[in-house]
């Protein structure tokens, strides 16, 4: 399994963005997805997960503003953005955990930058 993101960026205070990471294996629907990221000089935070029946979790920093949404047909979650602000700025990365199993896969990465 190997996550690939896409969709970030740079996008000034108050704007959108959505991110999509795509992961290559037959049998999306029994991982766990998920966002984490790492801003400068930040630790790594977990942003939201989905699980296989649709349930989510968000950090208190990001609820209300992101969304996370999966759709196993094409093996692929996304997050909807809004509402940035620069302390939003980060690496962001999906990641894939094997709900059976607990081995999780990480995707390289796609830089966010909040920025006027």
């Known amino acids: 399994v190997q996550p690939v993101e896409s969709g970030g960026g740079l996008v000034q205070p108050g704007g959108s963005l959505t991110l999509s990471c795509v992961a290559s294996?037959?049998?999306?629907?029994?991982?766990?997805m998920a966002w984490y990221r790492q801003g400068p000089g930040k630790p790594r935070e977990l942003v939201a997960h989905i699980n296989d029946n649709d349930s989510t979790y968000y950090a208190d920093s990001v609820k209300g503003r992101f969304t996370i949404s999966r759709d196993n047909a094409k093996n692929t979650v996304s997050l909807q953005m809004i509402s940035l602000k620069p302390e939003d700025t980060a690496n962001y990365y999906c990641?894939?955990?094997?709900?059976?199993?607990?081995?999780?896969?990480w995707g390289p990465g796609t830089q966010v930058t909040v920025s006027s």
């Open positions: 294996t037959h049998i999306f629907s029994v991982y766990r």
């Open positions: 990641v894939a955990r094997r709900l059976d199993t607990g081995n999780d896969y």
